[in-house]
């Protein structure tokens, strides 16, 4: 009996990807009935492989049977050409070839599925769990604790050379349209060489890589996300990263924890009150000790003026040099924290600190003042649960301290004038970045009434 010759489209596909190791290409062939397979064995689950597809060709008793069975496959997908095709081989997908008819079935072999522990959003009382480097794991995630029949899932495919999917959510029922259109246009006009996480993508959908608030919030928290929906949010997730982006966002989303929901409203209240108190002393406290000890120190009582002054005594260069000095080195504390090995890191930071300021003060080159200064601005700068705003309140501090430096009191008021009119009118997704929560709407992290 002579052998049957295997389709021209997979003949085509070999010669794309030779001379590439894992290509498979080969026949099943049982009573003169042969069918033609064509993947890439380094993506492709070899036991979901033999019991989806080889196992059935030789249990089936007829040709006719196995092509029902295959075209009633829940993994079959529409079958693609060109580039495409070959892209959805290399994601893991079979080609099957039965008599003229093709199949494309996806067998991907998996390995990020494993969901994570929280670690940029840890909570005492709320889940523990965040989410999973394979998208389809984070879409059961999603779906396990929001069971709302008008939950949507869009999935499209970027442009660039990863080629990863990625899935649009929102409730149908509360989304904003003017926002969900906003998304999907920024996503079909995104142009970008590669995109591997959604750090990546988010970068590229505030509109500006140099905008240094962000537009987009970064959360790894499947209840956040789902409390975000249920807010009428759009949450965008990409295959390959354990994160999501939620649009759009005001400022005071990046203020909020979810254990702000999972307290009565008084301790959520006091929580708040005292993270804005520290986002105000991270942002502000340099460029005011700059401004009164060097421009106004009128303004401070006689006894505290003495104490300020005689602290700096032997300090030898302006107040301005010693909060740059200051802070700069905090920085460097601060990278190296997150740069070492988690064995050593905590030790070391906090050696290296008390080495460094109590050298400082010692050889006169920072005062006792600047030090606790230093020390409540480190600790406020981590008061801000959103890391991404954390980072930019830290880079909004040397610009107040460079307009106090140049025009001192004057120049901080102004300085901070500006700030606020900035994200005035700043906007994200089409929706104003100071916009306020009243009393009774629906906040970013829960759905609580406050009426």
Known sequence: MSKPNPPTLMNELSEKFTPSSDIIFKPLQMEGNTVFMFYLKSVVDGAKLHG????????????????????????????????????????????????????????????????????????????????????????????????????KFEMHQLKDKAHQPVAIIYDEKTVKQSVLKNVKEKLKNLDATLIQSAGDLQLHLNGSKITLFPTLILTERPDRISYNLAAGKVVVMINGSPHALIAPVVFFDFMLSMEDNYHTFWITTFTLILRYIGLIICLILPALYVAVTSYTPDVMRTELALTVAGSRLGVPYPSFIEVLFMLIFMEFLTEASIRLPKAISATATTVGGLILGTAATEAALTSNIMIIIVSAVAITSFVIPISEMSFSIRI??????????????????????????????????????????WWGEKKEIGVRSKG
């Open 396 to 437: 909004c501090r040397y610009m107040l301290i460079i307009y106090t430096t140049l025009f001192g009191t004057i120049g901080l008021i102004l300085g901070s004038l500006g700030l606020v009119m900035f994200l005035a009118n700043k906007r994200s997704f089409g929706e104003p970045y100071l916009k306020m929560y």
């Open 52 to 151: 989806t597809i080889i196992k059935p060709f030789f249990e089936m008793k007829s040709f006719g049977s196995y092509q029902s069975y295959v075209e009633s496959l829940p993994d079959l997908t529409t079958m693609k050409s060109g580039e495409e095709l070959q892209i959805e081989i290399t994601k893991g997908h079979v080609l099957v070839a039965i008599e003229d008819e093709f199949y494309l079935i996806d067998i991907k072999l998996v390995n990020s599925n494993e969901v994570q522990q929280t670690l940029m959003e840890p909570t005492i009382y709320g889940p523990q769990l965040a989410l999973s480097e394979d998208i389809e794991t984070n879409l059961n995630i999603i779906r396990q604790r929001y069971h709302e029949p008008t939950l």
